[in-house]
């Protein structure tokens, strides 16, 4: 039983299963640790599938459209053997192994090597597929760095409900509910104000119960974003009751009378904060790029010198646009990499035989995953506004502010640790 003097009466958490990966940061990482393949080449596949409402029935369908498009090598050759065995390992696991409440999956094969790997998200991811001596992890990378685990709070006077979003799908809840002391018995101006009086020192003390209890949950998982859901006065009230620390991890706020909304509805309006905020990263990140180039401060752009920094291990923080791509080359037996075709004569002496042709915008995420640089991909495209005017159908589709800026960068660039 709970006392007058406790507002709050019960705490339920709960655990909620997957059946899809839901540690997708965990998944990319297995992903960049594959060994580069010479001889055989890695099939990095990634699927958009839509299992409710949308443009495909399955994901065999999906993968029907382009799985014949890129397997280009001659049948009786390594590469074509192992490219051919990825083809049937890949077509099994859409067909018989995928979950069917998975909206995308990354899967990279490569059975000249005996690999396989894949991970099944409640997310959605272009459908793509690439030949390559490493994984093409770009798109994949762009879908973990842009969906960080974070928490939505919705609370009202005696109810409140935390919620844990990992990769989109819930994992993990926590429901706080209240007492409804004091009970309104008695009539009379003196008795109510008193009455008031309590009430109000019940909501404050329980909206403190929560920002604590909010707190914990978020320290405990390594969570620093929060979005919370209330009416503008228990919400003014959770931002009084928040400690600092809590505070610097709401990112944004939206009304809603938790009442009359579901869980579908509260993600629905989270998601336009988590965002914007996600967009206000990628800017402020661009930003910092540039200024460190312009005061000479620890800063690189440009293919040759962030590759220079990424095999010295001295990236901190790379900062890609969405639409950088550049083919290189690289000898990893050395290693040594390059920009542009590959040379006739092997720049360090080696034997050219050992060098391949290299998206580079994949060997700097692959590198920069491994020497554990944090990433961002930053959006090329400008939010869509319903006022002004719209662009037209067949024009040009205008670049944001941020990824123009790293676009005169040379579309890649980087903040070093020395």
Known sequence: MSSPQNPVKKIREES?????????????????????STETPY???????YPEGGKRTSPTE?????????????????????????????????????????????????SGEGTFEAASFGLSIPTTVHLGPIPYLKEFTRLVEDNPTHAMLVLD???????????DVLTESVSVTGTKFPRHQASGGLNQRRYQNRANERIETFIKSVAEEVQKVLDDGGIRRLVVGSDEVNGALFQEAAHDTLKEKIIGAFR??????????????????ATAYERTRESDA???????IGSGNRGAAGAVDILKALEQGQVYRLVMSGDYAEM???????????????PAEHPAGGDPHNIVPVPLEQEMIRQALLT????????????????????????????????????ALGGVGALLRW
Do not use: C
């Not at 059946?19 to 940061?25: C, E, F, N």
């Not at 006077?157 to 990769?167: E, G, K, M, R, T």
């Not at 809603?256 to 904060?273: G, Q, R, Y």
């Open 16 to 36: 909620h299963d997957a059946a899809v990966d839901t540690d997708l940061s965990a998944a990319l990482l297995t992903f960049a640790q594959l060994p580069p």
């Open 43 to 49: 099939a990095t596949v990634t699927l958009d599938w």
């Open 62 to 110: 999906a993968w029907g459209e382009i799985k014949e498009e890129v397997w280009g090598f001659h049948f009786r050759s390594a590469e074509g053997i192992s490219a051919e065995n990825d083809r049937l390992r890949i077509g099994t696991y859409i067909a018989d192994e995928l979950d069917k409440t998975a909206r995308g999956a990354m899967i990279v094969s490569n």
């Open 157 to 167: 006077q005696d109810s409140a409900d935390l919620y844990v979003i990992n990769a």
């Open 256 to 273: 809603v009378d938790i009442s009359a909304a579901n869980f579908d509805k509260i993600l629905e309006l989270a998601e336009p904060i």
């Open 286 to 292: 661009v930003d910092a790029v540039a200024d460190a």
């Open 328 to 342: 290189g080359w690289a000898d990893y037996t050395m290693p040594i990499y390059g920009v542009g075709e590959i």
């Open 372 to 407: 554990g640089a944090q990433i961002e991909i930053v959006d090329p495209s400008v939010s869509v506004s319903t006022e002004g005017e719209v662009p037209k159908a067949d024009g040009e589709i205008p670049n944001s502010a941020a990824d123009a800026k790293l676009d």
